[in-house]
């Protein structure tokens, strides 16, 4: 379906108005996008916004409305959103799809429409929808890195591991592999567990997108040649390949004598004018030059830590390695943890932002989950930080209203930079704004760059609550 005549799929929650937040886009630089399957009943319209990128190799960004990356989300329609994902992922490797996904597509649908408990009840649904699957799951850094969590919580028996741009002493690297159109492309992959991760079992990659599939490819490809395995899954929020793409996952398939499936919430195409990645440089070039960067440091508020008393020896994410134990062991901890920092903010009425950062994701998910659902009057939203430059619009129609750029601050092997922090100040709309953010960092990255940097930012926004994750450090294997 054409951008134009998608009118019906829009997302109130991130523009206003009942605006699609990709119309801004779609006129400039002629960018369409075209609904194909809708296994859960979401077109591309209702799953991704649009905004326009600060990068030499790609004009456009599809900016998700369920990932939690760049949009303050309901935190419990993102974990929904990646456990329907799971489901759909169960029905393929046992081919008992199940009344899950079908019947939670309503919800999917009422969630992304504001419809008040459509989130928790979609999340509800799919928590516990049926037996352990024996799995590997591999999610990407930086962007799915709690979706690929979320689809192992769905499978509820899979071994979870993210790939890494962050270098760390002690761990062995398993292979690597490189996202062509990234902005920064090294991946590294270093579980603490080899064994549990070298395994002939299914091996489920996720990312929120596929626009070409190349970065799975060459995934399995590495895989592969350290360890082969009969079965592959891919699992994104949309997949927006072409004829060419999906032929190439066939040939290599067929080349190395495996099954490779590919799921997705909404299949689809975008439509590129000739001539877009120039259009797109020359928008950003105009742009930038006026441009007015929101949240430079003030006085603003105050920064106040909570101490989360994180479980000993449990692994802040799937960096090295998450097991089902692991799991079970955080979903004990979660209720107590979220408690502590509801008794450091401000009140328990108005909104609220869980803020993560870059490639830890799902620790700040699943506690902006549990204060969700803890403080019922209060709106609780989650996001995280990221490397990906993207250029910020003010404009009911664009995805990316305002961005906050701040210096890195976990001492990352590839040098300083900029990092940011999208449609986190309120901009041009004061119903945006926050009354309160959580901000929930590993503790290597808990620094005086921090300090100086993001957290001055966001204290001129709102009062700030910060909550440090020790970052597992076991060198080598874990028991």
């Given at each position: ?289 006026g441009s007015v960067e929101t949240g430079a440091p003030g006085t603003g508020f105050g920064v106040v830590r909570a101490d989360l008393d994180w479980p000993a020896g ?138 100086d940097g993001l957290l001055a930012r966001l204290a001129a926004l709102a009062p700030v609550v910060l909550a440090t994750v020790p970052s597992f450090r076991g060198g080598g294997e874990r028991p």
């Open positions: 379906m054409p951008v134009e005549d998608s009118r019906a799929l829009r997302e109130p929650g991130t523009g206003s108005g009942g605006v699609w937040p990709g119309e801004w886009v779609a006129k400039r630089l002629g960018v369409l996008l075209d609904d194909g399957e809708r296994p859960v009943g979401a077109g591309l319209g209702d799953l991704v916004g649009l905004a326009v990128r600060r990068n030499p190799r790609r004009a456009h960004l599809l900016v998700s409305a369920v990932l939690g990356k760049h949009v303050p989300t309901d935190p419990r329609l993102v974990h929904g959103a990646g456990l329907l994902l799971g489901e759909l992922v169960r029905g393929r490797l046992t081919g008992a799809a199940g009344s899950g996904p079908g019947a939670s597509g309503p919800l999917l649908l009422a969630s992304l429409g504001g419809s008040p408990g459509a989130a928790a009840a979609l999340r509800d649904r799919l928590g516990e929808s049926g037996p352990p699957v024996d799995a590997v799951v591999l999610g990407y850094a930086e962007t799915a890195t709690s979706l690929g969590h979320s689809v192992a919580d769905a499978l509820r028996g899979a071994y979870y591991l993210h790939s890494t741009r962050r270098p760390v002493a002690g761990f062995g690297t398993y292979g690597g592999f490189e996202e062509e159109h990234s902005h920064a492309t090294s991946h590294l992959l270093l579980p603490a567990d080899r064994a549990a991760f070298d395994r002939d079992v299914p091996v489920v990659l996720v990312d929120d997108e596929l626009s070409t599939g190349r970065t799975v490819l060459n995934t399995i490809e590495a895989l592969h040649a350290v360890r082969p395995r009969r079965r592959y899954v891919v699992a994104a929020l949309v997949d927006v390949r072409g004829p060419d793409d999906r032929e190439r996952t066939q040939a290599l398939a067929a080349a190395l004598g495996v099954r490779i499936d590919v799921v997705a919430l909404a299949h689809g195409r975008v439509g590129l004018p000739e001539g877009v990645l120039e259009a797109g440089q020359q928008l950003v070039a105009g742009l930038s030059a449990l692994p802040d994410g799937g960096r090295h390695g998450f097991s089902p134990g692991d799991r079970g062991r955080l979903e004990e901890a979660l209720p107590a943890m979220a408690g502590r920092v509801a008794a450091r903010l401000p009140g328990a009425e108005g909104r609220v932002l869980v803020l993560g950062s870059e490639e830890l994701m799902y620790a700040p998910l699943r506690l902006a989950e549990a204060l969700a659902d803890m403080l019922p009057r209060v709106d609780v939203r989650f996001s995280t930080t990221t490397r990906s430059p993207v250029l910020a619009v003010d404009d009911p129609g664009y995805a990316i209203r305002t961005r906050l750029a701040f210096p890195a601050h976990d001492d990352p092997a590839d040098g300083t930079g900029e990092r940011y922090a999208y449609n986190v100040a309120p901009g041009s709309d004061p119903a945006r704004a926050f009354d309160a953010i959580v901000l929930v960092v590993d503790d290597v990255a808990d620094t005086r760059a921090l300090a």
